[in-house]
């Protein structure tokens, strides 16, 4: 399912990015939804983005950067968010003097992808590294404001399969501060 959230706004078109950005991953299972910005999810399951524990990027990530999603970033004049997230686990403790957390997990994760996404020729100063650790699962309402309580963070990672689908990044094409939106929903 994907749900379309339009915006109208001065100069930039983020619809128009967005279909743009749909044509180019057209052979990609991704969501998209776009307010502010233009987030987009890799929504293969599985550890399609890291393994458990780890912030190496997979080999199949690494040609969806390549191939798909750094092309279109560097065709857009949006700043970019580049988060990692992680599932409920605990880090063992041979990770935890790497990792304390899966904060420092997550984090990791995100530079991770900007460093490969830098070493692609993206220029360093569009580019932001952000970690959310396990509190933004995959199934929860996308809303940041929105409380969340520890229970609801480990229904969402109750799994295996909904543990490898909260191992990701996303990547947040944010709208310039200087451009003004209104809201206008679409849901199909």
Not at 7 to 19: A, E, G, R, T, Y
Not at 91 to 102: E, G, M, T, V
Request: charged residues 25%.
């Amino acid at each position: 399912m994907e749900v379309l959230r339009c915006c109208q706004h001065d100069n930039i078109d983020l619809v128009q990015h967005f279909f743009i950005l749909r044509k180019a991953l057209s052979d990609t299972k991704f969501f998209a939804d776009f307010l502010e910005s233009i987030r987009v999810y890799v929504a293969d399951s599985g550890d399609f983005s890291f393994g458990s524990g780890s912030a190496g990027i997979s080999p199949g990530l690494k040609k969806l950067l390549s191939e798909k999603i750094v092309p279109e970033i560097k065709n857009s004049i949006f700043q970019i968010e580049i988060a990692g997230h992680t599932d409920s686990d605990a880090l063992p403790k041979a990770y935890q003097k790497r990792f304390p957390s899966n904060w420092e997990l997550s984090t990791a994760r995100g530079s991770a992808v900007v460093r490969n996404v830098i070493d692609q020729g993206v220029n360093p100063t569009r580019l932001v590294a952000a970690g959310y650790a396990d509190w933004i699962p995959r199934g929860q309402a996308q809303n940041l404001t929105q409380k969340i309580d520890r229970n609801t963070v480990l229904e969402l990672n109750d799994t295996p399969e909904k543990k490898g689908r909260n191992r990701r990044i996303e990547i947040t094409f944010l709208k310039p501060s200087h451009h003004s939106t209104s809201y206008v929903e679409n849901e199909g």
